[in-house]
C-alpha cells in the first residue's frame, strides 16, 4: 500500500522533528520504582505542554484527533529520535485506559480521568490476570458484592505493571455471586490507595520490579467508578484488549527497526559473514512489521485480527532481534547493560498481552476458519 503524505503533512514532520529535537530528556529511563514514575510524567507533562499529548485521541476528549498519515509521521520521528519508549509506567492510562473510558466511561468519568492521564498527573496499572487466571481470562475468581453505593472487593491480581506506583487500575472482577465466564464480570477503576490494597512487587529476570501482586480484602469501591454498566466487564475489557493489542504498541514496533540499524552497525567489522545474511534478514522482517503496523492504520478499528498478528510478528521478532545482539556482542554482552537488559525483557513479548499460543489459536480460527479447539 502507498501512503501519501501531504506538504502539510511534511510540515507536521519537521515541526515534531524539532520539538522532540529540543525536549527529549537527557539520560535513560529509571527501569522501576518512584524514579520511573517521576519520569515517565514529567515526559508526559512535557509533551502536554508542547502541545503532543493525547495524539491518538479523539480532538473531542483533548486529544489531537491526528489522520492515519499524521500518527505513523509522529511515531516515526519519535523513535529515529530515541525519545521514552512508549512502554514506560504511562502506557496503560495513555494507550488503553483512557481510549477504553473514551469508548465505555460515563461523562463523569470521562470529565475526572481523561484531563488527568493527558496532562501526566497519573499513572494506571492494569489487573486483569490472577493466579491461575491468564490466557483464560473469563476463570477468573476476584469477586465484589453489593453493599449499599459501594462494591466490596475480594481477592487477588498478579502481573500487574508498575501497580507499586500506579494511581488508578483497571480491575476486572466478578460482581454477580454465582456467575460463570464471560458474564456477570464487571471492568472498574480502582483508586490503589483504597484502604485494603496491598501490593507486592515482583522481581523479573532482568532484575526489575516493574509487575505486582495485589491483594484486595474488603476493599471499598464506589459503584460509580464501574465502567459501561455493572455486569458489562467482559465487553468492556475486550475493548481494553484491542487498543492494547492493536496500536498502542505502534511506536514499539517502528522502533525495532531502529534496533536492527543500531545493530547493523555494531555489526559492520563482521561484515561478509553469515551475520550479514540474519542481519539482512531482520531488516526484512522489522520492515514487514512497519508495513503491518501501517496498515492497520488505515483498516476499520472492529477487523479483529490485526492486533494478533502485529502482537505475534512484533514479540518473536523482537526476541530474534536482541537474541542477534548477544551474538554480536559475545562475552562483552555481560558488561552492556542495554542490550542484555533489552534481550532479558524481551522473553516477556510473547507471553505479555496475550502469549504467542493464544494469538495463533486466534489467528487459525479467526482468519484461517480452522476449527476451534
Ligand atoms: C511483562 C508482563 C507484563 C504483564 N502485565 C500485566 C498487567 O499489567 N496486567 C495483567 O492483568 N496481566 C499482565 N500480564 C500477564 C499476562 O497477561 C499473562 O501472563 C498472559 O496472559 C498469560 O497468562 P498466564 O501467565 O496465566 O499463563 P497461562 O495462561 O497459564 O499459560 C501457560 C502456557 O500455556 C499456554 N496456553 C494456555 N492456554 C492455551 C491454549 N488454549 N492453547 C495453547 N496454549 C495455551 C500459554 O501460551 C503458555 O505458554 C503481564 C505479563 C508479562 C509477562
Given at each position: 500500500m502507498q501512503i501519501e503524505f501531504t506538504s502539510e503533512d511534511e510540515e507536521f514532520r519537521a515541526a515534531a522533528r524539532t520539538w522532540l529535537g529540543e525536549n527529549i530528556p537527557a539520560g535513560p529511563a529509571p527501569h522501576d520504582g518512584p524514579a520511573s514514575r517521576a519520569y515517565a510524567l514529567d515526559w508526559l507533562k512535557r509533551c502536554h505542554a508542547g502541545g503532543?499529548?493525547?495524539?491518538?485521541?479523539p480532538a473531542a476528549f483533548g486529544?489531537?484527533?491526528?489522520t492515519p498519515e499524521r500518527l505513523i509521521t509522529w511515531y516515526e520521528e519519535y523513535v529515529a529520535a530515541r525519545a521514552?519508549?512508549?512502554?514506560?509506567?504511562?502506557f496503560v492510562a495513555v494507550n488503553h485506559a483512557g481510549p477504553t473510558l473514551i469508548a465505555c466511561g460515563s461523562p463523569e468519568q470521562q470529565a475526572f480521568h481523561l484531563p488527568r492521564i493527558l496532562a501526566g498527573e497519573v499513572i494506571w496499572c492494569q489487573g486483569f490476570s490472577e493466579p491461575g487466571t491468564g490466557s483464560d481470562l473469563a476463570s477468573l475468581k476476584t469477586s465484589a458484592v453489593v453493599e449499599g453505593d459501594e462494591l466490596v472487593v475480594n481477592g487477588q491480581k498478579i502481573w500487574s505493571s508498575f501497580a507499586d506506583i500506579a494511581d488508578y487500575q483497571e480491575l476486572l472482577i466478578?460482581?454477580?455471586?454465582?456467575s460463570k465466564r464471560h458474564k456477570g464480570l464487571s471492568w472498574v477503576i480502582c483508586?490503589?490507595?483504597?484502604?485494603?490494597i496491598t501490593v507486592r512487587p515482583i522481581e523479573n529476570m532482568a532484575g526489575a520490579t516493574h509487575f505486582a501482586e495485589v491483594f484486595y480484602d474488603d476493599v471499598r469501591i464506589p459503584?460509580?467508578?464501574?465502567?459501561?454498566?455493572?455486569?458489562e466487564g467482559w465487553r468492556v475489557a475486550m475493548t481494553t484488549l484491542g487498543f492494547e493489542r492493536r496500536t498502542a504498541a505502534m511506536g514499539l514496533q517502528l522502533d525495532l527497526s531502529i534496533k536492527v540499524e543500531d545493530l547493523i552497525a555494531m555489526a559492520a567489522p563482521l561484515a561478509g559473514s553469515a551475520m550479514a545474511e540474519r542481519l539482512a534478514d531482520l531488516r526484512a522482517e522489522a520492515a514487514a512489521l512497519r508495513a503491518m503496523t501501517y496498515r492497520t492504520m488505515f483498516r476499520?478499528?472492529?477487523?479483529?485480527?490485526d492486533g494478533s498478528m502485529m502482537r505475534l510478528h512484533f514479540g518473536e521478532l523482537a526476541q530474534r532481534v536482541y537474541a542477534t545482539a548477544m551474538d554480536i556482542l559475545g562475552p562483552d554482552a555481560l558488561c552492556d547493560n542495554r542490550w542484555s537488559y533489552d534481550y532479558l525483557e524481551a522473553y516477556s513479548e510473547t507471553i505479555a498481552g496475550g502469549t504467542a499460543e493464544i494469538q495463533r489459536n486466534i489467528i487459525a480460527e479467526r482468519i484461517l476458519g480452522l476449527p476451534r479447539e
Amino acid at each position: 500500500m502507498q501512503i501519501e503524505f501531504t506538504s502539510e503533512d511534511e510540515e507536521f514532520r519537521a515541526a515534531a522533528r524539532t520539538w522532540l529535537g529540543e525536549n527529549i530528556p537527557a539520560g535513560p529511563a529509571p527501569h522501576d520504582g518512584p524514579a520511573s514514575r517521576a519520569y515517565a510524567l514529567d515526559w508526559l507533562k512535557r509533551c502536554h505542554a508542547g502541545g503532543w499529548s493525547g495524539i491518538a485521541w479523539p480532538a473531542a476528549f483533548g486529544g489531537q484527533g491526528l489522520t492515519p498519515e499524521r500518527l505513523i509521521t509522529w511515531y516515526e520521528e519519535y523513535v529515529a529520535a530515541r525519545a521514552p519508549s512508549v512502554l514506560d509506567c504511562s502506557f496503560v492510562a495513555v494507550n488503553h485506559a483512557g481510549p477504553t473510558l473514551i469508548a465505555c466511561g460515563s461523562p463523569e468519568q470521562q470529565a475526572f480521568h481523561l484531563p488527568r492521564i493527558l496532562a501526566g498527573e497519573v499513572i494506571w496499572c492494569q489487573g486483569f490476570s490472577e493466579p491461575g487466571t491468564g490466557s483464560d481470562l473469563a476463570s477468573l475468581k476476584t469477586s465484589a458484592v453489593v453493599e449499599g453505593d459501594e462494591l466490596v472487593v475480594n481477592g487477588q491480581k498478579i502481573w500487574s505493571s508498575f501497580a507499586d506506583i500506579a494511581d488508578y487500575q483497571e480491575l476486572l472482577i466478578r460482581t454477580e455471586p454465582g456467575s460463570k465466564r464471560h458474564k456477570g464480570l464487571s471492568w472498574v477503576i480502582c483508586d490503589m490507595k483504597t484502604p485494603g490494597i496491598t501490593v507486592r512487587p515482583i522481581e523479573n529476570m532482568a532484575g526489575a520490579t516493574h509487575f505486582a501482586e495485589v491483594f484486595y480484602d474488603d476493599v471499598r469501591i464506589p459503584l460509580a467508578n464501574v465502567v459501561g454498566g455493572l455486569g458489562e466487564g467482559w465487553r468492556v475489557a475486550m475493548t481494553t484488549l484491542g487498543f492494547e493489542r492493536r496500536t498502542a504498541a505502534m511506536g514499539l514496533q517502528l522502533d525495532l527497526s531502529i534496533k536492527v540499524e543500531d545493530l547493523i552497525a555494531m555489526a559492520a567489522p563482521l561484515a561478509g559473514s553469515a551475520m550479514a545474511e540474519r542481519l539482512a534478514d531482520l531488516r526484512a522482517e522489522a520492515a514487514a512489521l512497519r508495513a503491518m503496523t501501517y496498515r492497520t492504520m488505515f483498516r476499520d478499528p472492529a477487523t479483529p485480527f490485526d492486533g494478533s498478528m502485529m502482537r505475534l510478528h512484533f514479540g518473536e521478532l523482537a526476541q530474534r532481534v536482541y537474541a542477534t545482539a548477544m551474538d554480536i556482542l559475545g562475552p562483552d554482552a555481560l558488561c552492556d547493560n542495554r542490550w542484555s537488559y533489552d534481550y532479558l525483557e524481551a522473553y516477556s513479548e510473547t507471553i505479555a498481552g496475550g502469549t504467542a499460543e493464544i494469538q495463533r489459536n486466534i489467528i487459525a480460527e479467526r482468519i484461517l476458519g480452522l476449527p476451534r479447539e
